[in-house]
């Protein structure tokens, strides 16, 4: 997540809406009808937002504002959860959780008078923002969304419609015109009378109806569901307990919970949301948002003990943002891969009302937990692994054997097979192999094979690494030139040692420069091509030799190299020669293509030129055609990209510029070889040479294959529809992967085909051909399976919210090069819209209709939804080298990070204490609100990629100096600290 970090546009501008996402909640008519509820007070009862939007740190100018007081008499005293747990409840419950959420009267703002401003932390009286050695100031590359530029106001509802409130017990109309998220077809919506919501919510069994002259009327009265409610409605106890976070046992699971609520009881379903009006109106006097009635994730600090698979069936994974440990079971570990929902829909239909996306996000090479166990690498020897003969498909735990053994059945595909003889062996008295706990494949969800000849059309390729530097006028004057040169000479001792690993290096203005580096030399040997429009290798070997051969040679090269070309005034700059040429050098081995790059390439093959008078910084939103600017120039690049793939070189880009430099056109070579764009805007040699070392060292030293095909198949009735992510596809049902890494995620959009069965399972296989950087080829497969229901309620209470919403933004994505940012996000919103009206409409109808009713497990997607469109990637302010960055970085991106790139963690650091029991030093993120901040403290706020430090103006000397190595914010060099002019959009 790096945007830029130079002068920062100004404040949102009057054609963008922040409260799109509110805007169209129209259609969910939960405000006010003709006939509202009377206020307890005598008087009519004004309107007030949905939720009090969560504000993040702010940069506004002005005094704090009044903290809220104590709530008036006769509401909800809220306090700290409990800490004790029903003695049945073992783990995370994956049913009905959330109790009702009801802000107390008098805890929001009011619209019909004068309001203060939000506090101002981080204005320039309070103190300076500082960052850490390595990370620029004036520019982050963080996006606009930390601040209050984000999110500025809560969600309004538009005024209420002249709709007749429908008679008791009648299924809710359906109002036209909502629109379908994404082009799925539109999901149905309804009219609802608004009722003010009881303190709490009552048990749903043995209640009398409240009396009419009762301002507080219960959501959840025992009453039949709606004729013709489908799915099999039921009505949902809602009586609350508080309980505190299960204990971490194996297989237990710890939900999503928000600050000043108890924890969720296992048998409620849904969050309520106190009904509210017009923007700004309130229940009541105060005038104050109560941050703590706004859902927001809590991550718990103690570690999730997980197991896959409890009592033969599938356990729901943890949250992807928490800290887990996997025991495997018989399913995958979440972290190789999860799907959008942990139960299957058994028709079309049903996953059409719920909304939600269908779709595995795989990431095949994740990074497990230090305390996890190995995976287990079985040689099958020269048979090779057990497979389906019809679909492929590889032996795993859920193939069931039959005939004492002597044949099994495909999980994926149904086909029964022979098995091979020396394979075999006889069924215990449970049905299983006596030898299925002994053998990983039959008992553990992820496995390695040894692959076998007939997996390989060559030898394993070795680890090759091509550095590549610009060293034209701006990469010298800049710095950026001696910036890559240093990193490379550090990263050269983290190169895998032996014989197997090769290195090349070279340098481009506007004529290309090899070296040979052959031991025999006294010193390397430059060697020029000048044509650039038909460009060649100069030597067919010596350009790419041994480490251990040319060691000196290279250290003695990457000094030397930037006062070899200190003088330079050439201003032009080659890039899709020198790229090209470099692979040229490495067609007959593949490898890995380092670039580093500091200006516009504007000469040679695939030259660009500086379209709309240099990428303008501010791209308004009456520009219908600014989203072309997105796309690539031409398609000479792609071009060379896939002959690229085609010869296993993988391109990874790092642009050092300080200028536009067209990353749509030229971000298409890494992302079709599996690479990745690093983007340092504007490049600062001072405080960026740090991050730029970090990043290529990690690029190097991370978990990672060479030459990699990806498939993923999955049972009878579902089918893989597309797949999404930094891949070449030269074959429809295999991605190829010139390289994969441990953060590279695929998206898999899966499609129903057939009616699947209610209870039973659907299994999912990804394989992962790969050669590892010591040369041995590898099949990884992961194999997970899921039940199947035809209840939409069961779909709900199983959604993953940190899957969902990462499938949602990089859906997003990939449609913001193709259509105004004004319809993505309008379809973003949509989606939303539709999950929660389905959810509301067919789930839980027996709620108080003036109530905003939130599925537990999807509470948080309306957040997540608004920072989303108020967010780098969806604002219409934005530079056009950040979005094109931004849309580059998502697309390969793990859910784990996801959620942080849009809303990102807020940590107080001035506190850092030493723990006991090995705990982390890191204290848990604080919720993003001015009110969390003081005066006297030192807060870091990330997003997975950058970070911002703010240091309070009466911060403790003494802290300041153990953190940051200064006693006062006026010794932090100007270089580290982010001006007020800068802080609108952050």
């Known amino acids: 997540m790096t945007a830029p970090r130079g002068p920062r546009p100004g404040n949102v501008p009057p054609n963008y809406n922040p409260n799109a996402l509110a805007d169209g909640m129209q259609h969910l008519q939960i405000n006010r009808l003709n006939h509202p509820p009377t206020n307890p007070t005598g008087g009519p009862r004004p309107s007030a937002t949905p939720f009090g939007q969560p504000q993040a740190p702010s940069f506004a100018r002005g005094p704090l504002a009044n903290r809220p007081g104590p709530p008036p008499p006769g509401t909800f005293q809220r306090g700290p959860p409990q800490t004790t747990l029903p003695p049945n409840i073992v783990s995370r419950p994956i049913g009905p959780e959330s109790p009702a959420i009801r802000p107390p009267p008098g805890a929001l703002p009011s ?20 960052l850490p050695s390595g990370v620029s100031s004036s520019a982050s590359n963080g996006p606009p969304a930390l601040g209050p530029g984000t999110m500025q106001s809560g969600l309004h509802f538009p005024p209420p419609s002249n709709t007749m409130r429908p008679p008791a017990g009648a299924p809710p109309s359906q109002p036209p015109g909502i629109r379908p998220p994404f082009g799925s077809p539109p999901a149905s919506t309804t009219s609802v009378t608004t009722q003010l919501p009881p303190p709490f919510l009552g048990s749903t069994h043995n209640m009398s109806p409240p009396s009419s002259s009762s301002p507080f009327a219960s959501p959840a009265q025992a009453m039949p569901p ?61 005038s104050r948002v109560d941050s703590s009635q706004i859902p927001r994730p809590i991550p718990n600090s103690a570690v999730i003990l997980h197991e896959t698979r409890q009592g033969n069936k599938a356990n729901p994974p943890p949250p992807a943002t928490s800290d887990y440990i996997v025991w495997d079971t018989g399913n995958c570990s979440p972290r190789y891969m999860r799907c959008t929902i942990n139960q299957i829909p058994c028709t079309v239909d049903l996953l059409t009302t719920s909304a939600m996306q269908l779709a595995l996000l795989v990431q095949p090479l994740a990074l497990p937990h230090p305390s996890e166990q190995p995976i287990q690498v079985v040689d099958f020897g020269e048979s090779g692994p057990v497979r389906c003969s019809r679909c492929k498909g590889y032996i795993n735990p ?77 990469a010298i004057q800049t710095g950026a030139a001696a910036a890559a040169c240093s ?103 593949g490898g890995k293509l380092l670039v580093f790059q500091s200006v516009l390439p504007s000469t040679g093959v695939g030259a660009l030129s500086a379209r709309e008078a240099e990428g303008r910084s501010i791209v308004s939103a009456a520009e219908k055609e600014a989203h072309k600017l997105l796309q690539p120039a031409d398609k000479t690049l792609k071009t060379m990209a896939i002959d690229f793939a085609e010869y296993q070189v993988c391109v990874d880009v790092f642009l050092t510029t300080q200028s536009y430099v067209d990353i749509a056109s030229i971000s298409v070579i890494p992302k079709t070889t599996g690479g990745q764009v690093y983007y340092y805007f504007p490049f600062s040699a001072i405080s960026d040479t740090a991050k730029l070392y970090n990043d290529l060292r990690w690029n190097i030293t991370r978990p990672q294959g060479l030459e990699a095909v990806m498939h993923v198949r999955c049972s009878q ?14 074959v429809p049902s295999d991605v190829d992967l010139p390289a994969i890494d441990c953060g590279k995620t695929i998206m898999v959009t899966l499609k129903l085909d057939d009616k699947l069965q209610d209870g039973s399972e659907c299994s999912f296989q990804c394989a992962l051909l790969y050669t590892t950087i010591y040369g041995q080829r590898r099949i990884r497969v992961s194999t997970f399976s899921l039940p199947c229901t035809t209840m939409l309620s069961e779909l709900f209470k199983s959604a993953d919210l940190d899957t969902q919403f990462a499938c949602i933004l990089k859906q997003a994505a990939s ?20 999950i929660l009206y389905s959810y509301r409409k067919f789930c839980a109808t027996v709620s108080s209709s003036g109530q905003l009713i939130l599925p537990e497990a999807l509470k948080l997607l309306p957040l997540y939804t608004l920072a989303l469109v108020k967010g780098t990637g969806l604002r219409t302010d934005g530079q056009i080298d950040n979005r094109s960055f931004w849309i580059n970085y ?82 932090v060099p100007a270089q580290f600290v982010l001006q007020q002019h800068d802080t609108s959009t952050l």
């Open 111 to 130: 619209a019909l008078g004068p309001r203060a401003s939000p506090p101002g932390p981080f204005a320039a009286s309070t103190g300076a923002l500082v």
């Open 815 to 834: 449609e913001v090069p193709t259509a105004p940012l004004p319809q993505i996000r309008e379809h973003v919103t949509n989606h939303c819209i539709n």
């Open 890 to 971: 998502v697309s390969p991106l793990s859910v784990s990070l996801a959620v942080p790139w849009v809303l990102p963690r807020l940590i107080a650091i001035h506190n850092l204490n030493t723990k006991e029991n090995e705990e982390s030093l890191i204290p848990p993120p604080i919720p993003l609100s001015s009110e969390q901040i003081s005066d006297n403290g030192i807060y870091l706020l990330e997003n997975g990629e950058d970070c911002l430090i703010y240091v309070g103006n009466s911060a403790d000397p003494g802290v300041m100096r153990q953190l940051l190595g200064i006693s006062s914010v006026q010794e």
């Open 398 to 474: 859920f193939m069931k054997f039959i005939d004492q053994g002597r044949r099994f059945i495909c999980n994926l595909c149904g086909y029964t097979d022979e098995t091979p003889r020396d394979y075999h062996c006889n069924l215990g008295p449970d049905g299983r192999r006596r030898d299925a706990d002994e053998r990983p494949e039959l008992c553990r969800g992820t496995v390695e094979f040894v692959a076998t000849k007939e997996y390989m059309l060559r030898d394993p390729m070795p680890a090759v690494y091509f550095f590549l530097i610009d060293v034209s006028m701006n």
């Open 717 to 730: 009735g579902l089918q893989v529809h597309k797949y999404s992510g930094n891949y070449c596809k030269r």
């Open 487 to 589: 990193a490379i000479s550090q990263v050269i001792s983290d190169l895998p040692e032996g014989p197997r690993t090769f290195v090349g290096i070279a340098t481009f203005d506007s004529t290309i420069h090899f070296y040979n580096l052959k031991r025999a030399l006294q010193q390397p040997l430059m060697l020029i091509v000048p044509d650039v429009q038909d460009v060649y290798t100069p030597l067919q070997s010596d350009v790419i030799v041994q480490l251990s051969e040319c060691c000196q040679h290279l250290e003695l090269l990457l000094q030397n190299i930037p006062t070899m070309f200190e003088h330079n005034r050439t201003a032009d700059s080659a890039f899709g020669a020198a790229v090209k040429a470099a692979f040229l050098a490495m067609k007959n081995t």
């Open 226 to 286: 709606p004729m013709g409610a489908p799915y099999g409605m039921q009505t949902w106890q809602t009586q609350p307990r508080r309980v505190a976070p299960p204990s971490a046992v194996p297989g237990s699971m710890q939900p999503h919970m928000m600050f000043g609520m108890t924890s969720p009881h296992p048998n409620q379903a849904e969050a309520a949301i106190t009904p509210m009006g017009h923007a700004g109106s309130v229940l009541t006097g105060q």
